[in-house]
């Protein structure tokens, strides 16, 4: 099976820093996505990791270790528009159809 | 423009009836997707087609069906054996790796 966890919920304050896990087990998989979510929108994509190591888009990064089991998601200088649901998903492709597997999000309050 | 467009954003179901959730896209993929999405939860794969005339069940099937007749559309049906179909549901497509989501259509239950 392909067992993803991540924290149901978190609270950081605005221009901290905040780091999102996500733990899998899986028999297989392509890669693994960091989406953004708002209440009642569809997913928005963030970050892409097919490699081990970490991955740097503005004030996102995201990090995987394929041997861990592991990838966490991180936030610098966080501002309120930054309070959503982030959910980490990997995509199956090898016979799989590339359809994409989701943790079940990881919900993030930015206080002032 | 081009992208993935559903239709209605709000949809109720009576007892016993079926509905349809439309999902178009002019994005020229070849590969679309349903998922379901309940309250504070990831999104679950129902169906999949990655061709016309051809569609595979994902993980939670039963009560669903769908039709993949053209490339631009994959209409799902939530039917009355669906017992707690209340929640929201959003459309994919995708070419290589990257899918790209729907606004979701919000069903629930009269």
């Known amino acids: 099976g392909q067992n993803i966890d991540q924290p149901t919920e978190m609270t950081a304050t605005e221009g901290a820093i905040v780091q999102i896990n996500c733990t899998y087990q899986?028999?297989?998989?392509?890669?693994l996505f960091w989406y953004q979510q708002h209440a009642g929108e569809a997913p928005t994509f963030l970050s892409y990791?097919?490699?081990?190591g970490l991955e740097e888009k503005g004030r996102f990064s995201s990090f995987l270790s394929r041997s861990k089991g592991y990838s966490y998601l991180l936030l610098k200088e966080l501002q309120m528009k930054d309070s959503a649901s982030y959910l980490c998903?990997?995509?199956?492709?090898?016979?799989?159809?590339?359809?994409?597997?989701f943790g079940q999000g990881t919900e993030l309050s930015v206080k002032p | 423009d081009g992208g993935i467009t559903q239709s209605p954003k709000y949809l109720f179901r009576k007892e016993g009836q079926n509905v349809t959730l439309s999902c178009e896209q002019n994005?020229?993929?070849?590969?679309m997707y349903w998922y379901r999405q309940d309250p504070g939860q990831g999104l679950r794969l129902i169906y999949y087609?990655?061709?016309?005339?051809?569609?595979q069940k994902g993980d939670i099937a039963e009560g669903y069906s769908v039709s993949r007749e053209k490339k631009e559309s994959f209409p799902l049906t939530v039917t009355s054996a669906q017992k707690n179909p209340t929640a929201f549901y959003l459309c994919?497509?995708?070419?290589?790796?990257?899918?790209?989501f729907g606004a979701g259509t919000r069903l629930s239950v009269l």
């Open positions: 994919a497509s995708s070419k290589d790796t990257f899918q790209y």
């Open positions: 899986t028999s297989g998989f392509n890669g």
């Open positions: 990791n097919v490699l081990d």
């Open positions: 998903a990997l995509i199956m492709i090898y016979n799989q159809g590339g359809k994409l597997i």
């Open positions: 994005l020229n993929h070849d590969a």
């Open positions: 087609s990655q061709i016309v005339n051809d569609f």
